[in-house]
């Protein structure tokens, strides 16, 4: 009986940004002017940050979820191995989920085998390692051709995997990471290696990489309800392509999640930082207004054939999440759930019950909401939401996915 | 007039050939054939009146395969000898805008011996500096999702100049425009996004081998590239002139097409 999992993923957002911030700049990414850091506030920022982490851990989310973002207010971790080390010395049960390293940013593959195999073995194994192509505010930041990042991100993760596999020294011949000595020390705890989850947002071809290498597949796109099961069955389409066998633990989706004592406590008490994540965290990626560099012809890391099918697929008028004009409007969107116990627990209950997918990366902590809303909302999930969604999600996944038993290490 | 392609190393080149004349090899920048236009633009069928024109589409634009092993213009500079080797062509007129004229530039330098005259319009490729090339990635996001002023700004005199706006509309275009567009994006990624930001530091010293006439072409109003660069340019080689073409902004071939033709006949002719 394996019940679906539930991380704890922590943005790490910057949550001192002046009044006026949306009405005055275009991105919150890339350009958004570092003069707006303040060093004297942020003082405790990372402290408090790593504690709401741990305190997952005590309230027994199955992991915690870190990303890597550059240049930006979204996100304060450029290097979330960093964050994930110092995990490492305060949790001991929890997994530590990076989702992932920007493959592409680094020069040499080697140092992410190196150090994702250092915070395997300083976490006793708990290591779930993520690579990410990295989205368009990381080719301006790190003046990346995002055309030429898909290339390298491949040949970069099969070097990583074959670093901690196979025997070294050996010699890696690929185009663009040849490398004469291959011999990392230390390796994995795990074996045959860490975990790899490779983030997608819907595009056919990572969905086929990452089948074909036998990896998990996490949803990024903020799409939900119907959307999120028409992209888990083209994964199962696509892993049963490959010769495997799709079940819920293959994949993963993300989703924000507000929990108070009643349907209006949570929206008085969600709204400033939900908004506040909206309007300017948000604003250069999933917003329309301002200017986007998430995604567009100036980042054309999308393969012609996907482009085009994004063309087809598309308005470039329409408003995206970061541009909704009200609450209704979000609470219908479905990608940001807040409310009582009770309705958190339904409306993600029909959100298993609809999607077949066993992992929820679920973000708590929004903008610049205040400590204390989000631990209290962390708490009131772990109390009231988790055990019927694990106790009803293990019953759901044992009719509907009976092979489950059977495969090891699915759904931990 | 003929679309055709040409098989080189395997690989597939489309171009366009029309015209009469001494042999004239023409590499397209943004706002130009291939770039953002399917077919011949004005400035192309003025040309191809005094020259045989020669426009292929770079590796990955239009109907040219893409390259995935694409990693420098010296990667393009290779295929079109291939191309001209193909074609059968001893010699030719070699001419560029924007970052066809980076590759003719460091075509001509690469097989001076080949290149009877050069002209190079608003070319990028070189170092300048304190005086960048500007992001023409940046300014391809749209603003407000749908805006492309500041696009047009960069490659035109003005955001509302009526070629720019053909060549790109606001909003969501017809399928093959944005097709064509992104291609070309994908194109100049490849070959100029990763650093250095669109030029060749080590072109400029070697502009000097490079010993026949050029002619660089700028407009008034580039605001893509600076007139430094044509400055530099225009030092660089032994026998160059630079021009500036009065009222044009980058694209100069697209907003001048008469005067562009004109100024550029008048030297591969004398």
């Not at chain 1, 020294?169 to 690929?174: A, D, I, N």
């Not at chain 1, 998990?216 to 099961?229: E, N, P």
């Not at chain 2, 500079?77 to 805008?97: C, R, T």
Request: aromatic share 10%.
């Amino acid at each position: 009986m394996q019940p679906a999992q539930f991380f704890c993923w922590h943005f790490m957002a910057y949550p001192y940004l002046p009044k006026d911030f949306d009405e005055k700049y275009e991105s919150g990414w890339v350009t958004v002017p570092n003069k707006l850091w303040d060093s004297e506030k942020s003082d405790d920022l990372y402290q408090e940050y790593i504690d709401q982490l741990v305190y997952s851990e005590e309230l027994g989310f199955d992991g915690m979820v870190l990303n890597e973002h550059h240049q930006n207010v979204y996100g304060l971790m450029p290097s979330p191995n960093i964050i994930a080390a110092a995990l490492t010395q305060r949790t001991s049960r929890s997994k530590i989920v990076v989702l992932g390293n920007l493959l592409p940013l680094h020069l040499n593959p080697l140092r992410i085998a190196e150090e994702y195999a250092m915070i395997d073995m300083m976490s006793h194994g708990r290591v779930i390692a993520g690579f990410a192509v990295g989205g368009g505010p990381e080719a301006f930041n790190y003046n990346l051709s995002s055309a030429k990042s898909r290339r390298r991100f491949w040949e970069g993760i099969d070097l990583v995997v074959r670093a901690w596999t196979d025997d070294g020294p050996f010699e890696h011949e690929g185009p663009n990471y040849p490398l004469r000595y291959v011999n990392i020390w230390p390796k994995t705890k795990q074996k045959p290696h860490p975990p790899v989850w490779i983030p997608g947002s819907l595009s056919i071809e990572t969905m086929e990489e990452t089948a074909k290498r036998g990896f998990d597949y996490f949803l990024s796109s903020r799409v939900h309800g119907a959307a999120t099961r028409a992209a888990a069955n083209r994964f199962a389409d696509v892993i049963k392509a490959h010769g495997g066998t799709y079940h819920p633990f293959r994949m993963g989706v993300l989703l924000s999640v507000y929990v108070s004592e009643t349907d209006e406590s949570a929206r008085a008490e969600a709204s400033e930082g939900v908004w506040y994540f909206l309007r300017n965290c948000l604003k250069g990626h999933l917003r329309r207004i301002g200017r986007t560099q998430t995604f567009g012809p100036g980042i054309p890391s999308q393969s012609v054939r996907s482009w085009e099918q994004y063309l087809r697929n598309s308005n470039p008028g329409e408003d995206r999440l970061g541009d909704a004009h009200s609450w209704e409007e979000l609470d219908a969107g479905g990608s940001i759930i807040a409310g009582s116990p009770a309705t958190v627990r339904k409306r993600l209950w029909e959100l298993i019950e609809l999607a077949g997918v066993g992992n929820f990366l679920i973000q708590f902590h929004f903008g610049n909401m205040k400590a204390e809303y989000a631990r209290k909302s962390m708490r009131l999930f772990a109390e009231q939401v988790l055990p019927e969604l694990r106790k009803d999600s293990a019953a759901l996944f044992a009719r509907g996915y009976p092979q489950l038993a059977e495969i090891a290490g699915a759904g931990r | 007039m003929s679309a055709q392609t040409v098989d080189v190393q395997g690989r597939k080149i489309a171009l366009l050939r029309t015209g009469k004349g001494a042999p004239l090899l023409y590499l397209h920048g943004f706002a130009d054939i291939h770039g953002a236009s399917a077919g011949p633009m004005p400035f192309h069928d003025r040309l191809a009146t005094s020259f045989d024109l020669i426009a292929p589409a770079h590796p990955g634009c239009a109907d040219s395969d893409e390259r995935d092993d694409l990693d420098s213009v010296q990667d393009v500079v290779e295929e079109y000898i291939d191309l001209v080797d193909a074609l059968g062509l001893e010699s030719f007129h070699l001419a560029g805008s924007c970052v066809g004229g980076w590759v003719a530039a460091a075509m001509a330098v690469r097989q001076p011996e080949r290149v009877k005259k050069l002209v190079l319009i608003g070319p990028t490729g070189l170092f300048v500096s304190g005086k960048p090339i500007g992001d023409i990635f940046w300014v391809a996001q749209p603003e407000d999702g749908i805006y492309y002023n500041d696009l047009r700004r960069m490659l035109f005199a003005g955001a509302d100049s009526g070629v720019g706006k053909t060549l790109f509309p606001d909003g969501r275009g017809e399928i093959p425009q944005e097709m064509l567009r992104y291609r070309m994006f994908r194109f100049a990624s490849q070959v100029g996004f990763t650093p250095p930001y669109l030029y060749d530091r080590k072109l400029r010293d070697q502009l000097h081998r490079y010993t026949g006439p050029a002619l660089i072409l700028w407009g008034e109003h580039d605001h893509m590239v600076p007139q430094d660069h044509g400055k530099a340019y225009a030092e660089g080689f032994p026998h160059a002139q630079l021009r500036v073409v009065p009222g044009a902004g980058h694209s100069v071939a697209a907003e001048k097409p008469d005067e562009t033709a004109k100024l550029m006949a008048e030297f591969l002719r004398g």
